[in-house]
DNA sequence: AGAATAGTGTCTTTGAGACAATATTTC
DNA sequence: GAAATATTGTCTCAAAGACACTATTCT
């Protein structure tokens, strides 16, 4: 049968309920994007033969205007009626950074009924990571400035109670953002709990000092899900330039998964990911290393 | 200073702000949650002797309105003002089903401009999964009749293209959902496309036979997501009664991976999952089986 | 006895952690 | 030569694949 002559149980055409929808009559809610945009930056080396340090960055905006005037805020914007998500978030990303050829993710999607003082808002949150070199941020609209701080992500208390067959899983996370102007602390409790077949994950935060709205949630998620995908896919080489050396490389493991790795365990784990050049650093004042290129012909599992 | 006295550059406080906000002068698009239910189900005995298949199963409404008149979809529905995007979800939950303590995780929020004919839809996806006994199935409000539907995925090609330093992986899915009275046929192209420092997930619908909206590209994430997380978590257990064999466990892992597994193997990869009973099943027409249950002490990482 | 599933033992391969050892450059 | 990083080698341990073998019940 011919799907445009089939009729619902007023008798209409696909075309003719289209024609007479009228979409208005259900209240609706407002849909943000919001970024988290890492990188990771060189610091000032300490000596000059040594190394130069590297941390991860996340991307945030002063509040210009209200809720949360003054405090700071996930990079985001309104979605319109003529743009998907996607679309949004590559907006939102090139208004901020001036970048839009980066490796993008959708996170998850934050929509409790109070979460925005001023309306009911639904937020999609993504994350984007870019190399470090070449970034020019600029402010958005409603921003005063736009500002990265470095990121530390410290999980505080791990906790299990069980009840009988329940149980309650409770992670503790203190999340300290911090630049040469501000320091913002966020302390965020993950519960996930299991109470009879039921489950549950909820997130509560405890502290967030001068960061806007549930961003401080968002970030607990984002920073999660970098460690946890940087293990086993291949999005570490997009903090990266064209050119690394293997050194510089598990820098970049080592700040986004806030610990020291064994480098020779390290260049086992890496070695099918990369290419080598024949081209190597100098002027280091030490030993020159490799540089390696990023090998496309990788892939996991 | 206090936050209440900060004022905005037209010099009102964040009180005086959120009184004269007027949220209706953005266009707003719909929200609905997608369900997408799972349960793995005894089917008939081929023989007294053997036991019985499992089958991976996933609920779908006919729908009885249109757009998609006819057609099979998630069940889902729009969010309303005053629940959030969780509760909404279980609130389907609950409607089609009649069960709400369950397992239940979002997946993924889809956004496209065009996704629903009627006006801009975001669709915010949620998995659930259930134990199969115990259950009863109602129709929803704008739904004739929901069904359980068998899923087969199959993965019909993998391909990947390198273009110098870019390359574009492609992947086609077949996906079946059949039942004694209808059988669907989905392909979905997922394409993963590396272009300079850019990175992009696209789904395609290659057929979507009877089946609405891009509901086909919802269950290939699904089923993808579900796949590797039963790997590396408990999750299978939201879907086993309280007692089973370790068979019956292993059963449930083989129709979600849609693949065979060593039993040897599988007993040693769950062994601090389990606890065991002194229970065995009986009248099996073999050697009887030691019950177990889920082992609440067991975590991962 | 035969059918069918339940459950164990062990060999091999693979990957990661630990740590020692060697190599190369600049100052 | 000293400082500093680069790079490799090897021992051990843990997990998973492969496959053979034993155990138990019902008809």
Redesign the pocket.
């Given at each position: 049968m011919d799907i445009e002559q089939l009729r619902d149980k007023q008798g209409l055409t696909e075309t003719e309920f289209l024609e007479s929808y009228d979409a208005s009559i259900y209240e609706r809610p407002s849909v943000t994007v919001d970024m988290l945009i890492f990188t990771v930056m060189d610091e000032a080396k300490e000596?000059y033969?040594?190394?130069s340090e590297k941390s991860l960055k996340l991307l945030l905006v002063k509040r210009g205007v209200h809720p949360y005037l003054g405090q700071w805020a996930l990079p985001g914007g309104f979605v319109t009626q003529t743009e998907s998500l996607d679309e949004a978030a590559l907006r939102e990303l090139k208004t901020e950074t001036n970048v839009d050829e980066v490796y993008m993710e959708q996170l998850y999607t934050w929509g409790d009924v109070s979460r925005d003082p001023r309306t009911r808002v639904i937020s999609c949150s993504y994350m984007a990571l870019v190399d470090g070199s070449l970034l020019e941020v600029k402010a958005g609209d409603d921003a005063d400035e736009a500002r990265w701080f470095n990121v530390s992500y410290r999980v505080l208390e791990e906790k299990k109670t069980l009840l009988g067959k329940d149980f309650v899983f409770e992670k503790v996370v203190r999340i300290t953002l911090s630049n040469h102007t501000d320091t913002l602390e966020a302390v965020v409790k993950v519960i996930e709990k299991y109470v009879g077949k039921a489950f549950m994950v909820e997130r509560e935060m405890v502290v967030a000092n001068g960061i806007a709205f549930d961003h401080a949630e968002m970030i607990q998620y984002a920073v999660e899900r970098l460690r946890n995908k940087i293990e086993y896919t291949d999005i570490a080489f997009n903090l990266m330039p064209e050119l690394f050396?293997?050194?510089e490389l598990q820098q970049v493991y080592e700040v986004t998964l806030g610990k020291e790795l064994?480098?020779?365990?390290f260049?086992?784990?890496i070695a099918n990911m990369v290419t080598e050049t024949n081209q190597f650093?100098?002027?280091?004042?030490?030993?020159?290393?490799?540089l390696f290129r990023f090998n496309p012909n990788w892939r996991y599992m």
């Amino acid at each position: 049968m011919d799907i445009e002559q089939l009729r619902d149980k007023q008798g209409l055409t696909e075309t003719e309920f289209l024609e007479s929808y009228d979409a208005s009559i259900y209240e609706r809610p407002s849909v943000t994007v919001d970024m988290l945009i890492f990188t990771v930056m060189d610091e000032a080396k300490e000596n000059y033969r040594k190394l130069s340090e590297k941390s991860l960055k996340l991307l945030l905006v002063k509040r210009g205007v209200h809720p949360y005037l003054g405090q700071w805020a996930l990079p985001g914007g309104f979605v319109t009626q003529t743009e998907s998500l996607d679309e949004a978030a590559l907006r939102e990303l090139k208004t901020e950074t001036n970048v839009d050829e980066v490796y993008m993710e959708q996170l998850y999607t934050w929509g409790d009924v109070s979460r925005d003082p001023r309306t009911r808002v639904i937020s999609c949150s993504y994350m984007a990571l870019v190399d470090g070199s070449l970034l020019e941020v600029k402010a958005g609209d409603d921003a005063d400035e736009a500002r990265w701080f470095n990121v530390s992500y410290r999980v505080l208390e791990e906790k299990k109670t069980l009840l009988g067959k329940d149980f309650v899983f409770e992670k503790v996370v203190r999340i300290t953002l911090s630049n040469h102007t501000d320091t913002l602390e966020a302390v965020v409790k993950v519960i996930e709990k299991y109470v009879g077949k039921a489950f549950m994950v909820e997130r509560e935060m405890v502290v967030a000092n001068g960061i806007a709205f549930d961003h401080a949630e968002m970030i607990q998620y984002a920073v999660e899900r970098l460690r946890n995908k940087i293990e086993y896919t291949d999005i570490a080489f997009n903090l990266m330039p064209e050119l690394f050396t293997l050194s510089e490389l598990q820098q970049v493991y080592e700040v986004t998964l806030g610990k020291e790795l064994l480098s020779a365990a390290f260049r086992r784990k890496i070695a099918n990911m990369v290419t080598e050049t024949n081209q190597f650093t100098k002027d280091a004042g030490h030993r020159p290393a490799k540089l390696f290129r990023f090998n496309p012909n990788w892939r996991y599992m």
